[in-house]
């Protein structure tokens, strides 16, 4: 079982770099057995995958809209996820949410039977 809470999110003109981060209470220090992953939903749309790292910090994956701006991070002794954002475009406005799951293979999917999920971070990136 996780807590996931994101912080970071905030307002940045077209251009900006802007860092979420999400910790993950797992009630044990130094302790997230889990891939890691974000998700976003833009304003009226459903929401979509933007980026996973595995357990070990070894295999992320990006989606073609974010590669080459975004990249994740993770600290396993900080029990944190980061997910740099740079190049930030107004199609980047969303609310981003934090995921965690089994694999880096289920964590990419819209949602799965033990997926845990952040309350989500507003981003708003204005021209």
């Known amino acids: 079982q996780v807590h996931l809470v994101e912080s970071g999110g905030g307002l940045v003109q077209a251009g900006g770099s802007l860092r979420l981060s999400c910790l993950a209470d797992?009630?044990?220090?130094?302790?997230?057995?889990?891939?890691m992953g974000w998700f976003r939903q833009p304003p009226g749309r459903e929401r979509e995958f933007v980026a996973a790292?595995?357990?070990?910090?070894?295999?992320?994956r990006y989606a073609d809209s974010v590669e080459g701006r975004f990249a994740i991070f993770r600290d396993n002794a900080k029990n944190t996820e980061d997910l740099q954002m740079d190049s930030l475009q107004p199609e980047d406005t969303a609310i981003y949410s934090c995921?965690?799951?089994?694999?880096?293979?289920?964590?990419?999917?819209?949602?799965?039977?033990?997926?845990?999920w952040g309350q989500g971070t507003q981003v708003t990136v204005s021209s």
């Open positions: 995921a965690a799951d089994d694999t880096l293979r289920t964590v990419e999917l819209p949602t799965t039977e033990g997926r845990y």
């Open positions: 790292i595995d357990w070990g910090g070894t295999s992320v």
């Open positions: 797992t009630g044990r220090p130094n302790y997230n057995p889990y891939a």
